[in-house]
Each structure stands twice: as structure tokens, then as C-alpha cells.
């Protein structure tokens, strides 16, 4: 059986079991056996970008988070020792790649390796927030593409297996020469959108680059679509110009992937409420909010930004609303532990 921490990682914590129907042929106290014996044993550990969040995952899968020891050096090396045996366990190294983003990409990078060196039997790089993503292609002459490049550190370092959230692009998972499971953090905010009046709600992308997400948003709620035409004039300040969709007297919902300074989002609200918007929301997977972006927030244009604790967030008394996404990450790293199919959980309509 599984034995990290006293329960299976087919236990949630609080007792609620996550069920996975026993293949066709095969009983349940069969199949249970089965994965119980076969799956290779489980093991979850965190870097230091989002310690809370890795400590949820391990509630939710029924195991105590591992003991490793990740600081610096007074030079600021990062050292990573891992406090426990590891030989031929299914690793799952929890760390999203969030300010300083250098420091928390070495530190994954250094756990990678450690764990590879103390003969783990499969690593998993758990990335609820893939830094770097935004830089996937040559859109001016003699720049990198970043993206990729990460995706060769990790495969470098010695990860088996990606477990991520919300790329921002899907292709990024082409960069990849290993298996990657792309979650989706839309059904958890599918789930808190439901206590707003779907006739009254119009989902608007911010660009035309998020209309496909939109979409998926709107056919999931059942909603109108609009869109906002805007014109980035530098790194940190966009021009929204116009509008695309009924607006007036709704109920506007705004969806994003990431927001770093929130100039997309605020001069969007801007110009939804100008056209008539009742009240402006906004839906983002990743929210880094710099200084600028909880000054723009203060201004009041936008009614609540809804995110996920992909990344550690301060709220800093403004109306953020944080879902959490570890239950989902959780049932994920339960099905790779036992080789089952996730595909339902990034089975999505819309994307």
C-alpha cells in the first residue's frame, strides 16, 4: 500500500474519497488493490514560492508534505537537500515560477536534480505557474524564445513529467520532448461564477489574442461575448480603443490568463463602463501583481478580480477574490500516481 503519511492517496483529507471507476472487467476491491500495489509510492515536495499551496495539495491527496531543505547560500546559490529516502518513489515537486522568477526556476531546476540523483523512480515538475511563458516566439528580430528554453532546463535537470496550469499559449507544450498535463483553472472558476444571473452576464476578452478563451467562458456559462480592441504602447501601459459587443446595463466579466501591472484590465473596465457597463469583473488564472497594478486596482474600476492561488497573493484589503486550485492539482498528481487518464480534468468545452 501506500504509506506516506498513514492514508492512500485515493483519500482526500476529511475523509471525502476521490473515486475513479475500476476498469471494465475488473472489480473495485480488485482495482483497488491493484493501483494500491502497483502505483509506485507517492511523495510530494515544495520549493519556496507557494509553500501554502503545496501544503493544500497534501491535505487533499492524504500524504504530509516532504521534508527537504531549500535555502541559499550567503551568495545567493540555492541549496537543496532532501531529508528522506526517495529511492523508487513518484516525485512531485511543487513550485511555481513567480517573482523572483530566476530564483524559483534554479531552485525547481537544483530539486530536479537532487531527486534524480537520490534515484527517485519518476520526477514530476508541478508548475502551477510556468514563468517564461509569454516569451514563446520571435516576434522582433535577435530575441530568445524563453519558453522553450525552460522547457529544456527541466527536461535537463532530469523531469520526467510537467503538471501545469494555464499557459499561456497551449503550443508551449510542443516545446516539451517530455509528457505534459495542461490543467485548466476554469472549472473552479465556473464554479464560483454560478451564483451570478447568467442573462444579465456578458464575458469580454480583453484582446483579441483571448478570444478563444472568452469563448469557452461564455459557452460554459451561457453568456454573450464581447471583445475590447486595445493597443499596447509600451511594456506596462496599453490603450484600450473599442468595443466589440452589447454591453449596456450587463454585468461584464473580463477573462485573462495573467495579470502583472493590470493596465489591460483597468482601461478595459474603463471603457466597458463608459459604454454602459452595470458592473465590471474580471477572471485571471495567475495574478502577479506588481505595486502599479494595486494602484491601478485601488482606482475602483473594477468591481472584483478573481484569481487562483497559483502564486502567493496579498490582497491588501481590495476586492480580490483567491479560489483555490489545489484539489484540482491534487486529483492530477492522484491519477499520474496510479496511470490513470487526467484528460477529464483539462476536458474543458471551449479549449
Known sequence: MLVCGGTSPGHRAGGDEISFPPPRGLSASAFLHHTTMSAPRLKIFSGNSNRPLAEEICQHVGVPLGEATVTSFPDGESFVKINENVRGHDIYLVQSTCTPTNHHLMEL???????????????????????????????????????????????????????????????????????????????????????????????????????????????????????????RTSATTVESVNIVGDVVGKDVL?????????????????????????????????????????????????????TTNSIPLETRGLPITVLSVAPLLAEAIVRINNNESVTSLFKVKGF
Not at 523531469?159 to 505534459?180: W, Y
Not at 456578458?202 to 472568452?214: E, F, I, L, N, R
Not at 474603463?270 to 454602459?276: E, S, V
Open 109 to 231: 531546476l537544483i530539486m530536479i536534480d537532487a531527486a534524480k540523483r537520490a534515484s527517485a523512480q519518476r520526477i514530476t515538475a508541478v508548475i502551477p505557474f510556468y514563468g517564461y511563458a509569454r516569451q514563446d516566439r520571435k516576434d522582433q528580430p535577435r530575441v530568445p524564445i524563453t519558453a522553450k528554453l525552460v522547457a529544456d532546463l527541466l527536461t535537463s535537470a532530469g523531469a520526467h513529467r510537467v503538471l501545469t496550469m494555464d499557459l499561456h499559449s497551449q503550443q508551449i507544450q510542443g516545446f516539451f520532448n517530455i509528457p505534459v498535463d495542461h490543467l485548466f483553472a476554469s472549472p473552479v472558476v465556473f464554479k464560483y461564477l454560478e451564483r451570478f444571473k447568467a442573462e444579465n452576464l456578458v464575458v469580454c476578452s480583453p484582446d483579441v489574442g483571448g478570444m478563444k478563451m472568452a469563448a469557452a467562458y461564455a459557452g460554459a456559462l451561457g453568456t454573450g461575448l464581447g471583445m475590447v480592441w486595445k493597443k
Open 254 to 306: 473580463i477573462v485573462d490568463d495573467i495579470t502583472e501591472t493590470a493596465g489591460t484590465l483597468v482601461n478595459a473596465a474603463k471603457l466597458l463602463r463608459a459604454h454602459g457597463a452595470k458592473s465590471v469583473r474580471a477572471a485571471v488564472s495567475h495574478a502577479l501583481l506588481s505595486p502599479m497594478a494595486y494602484e491601478r486596482l485601488r482606482g475602483g474600476d473594477i468591481d472584483e478580480l478573481i
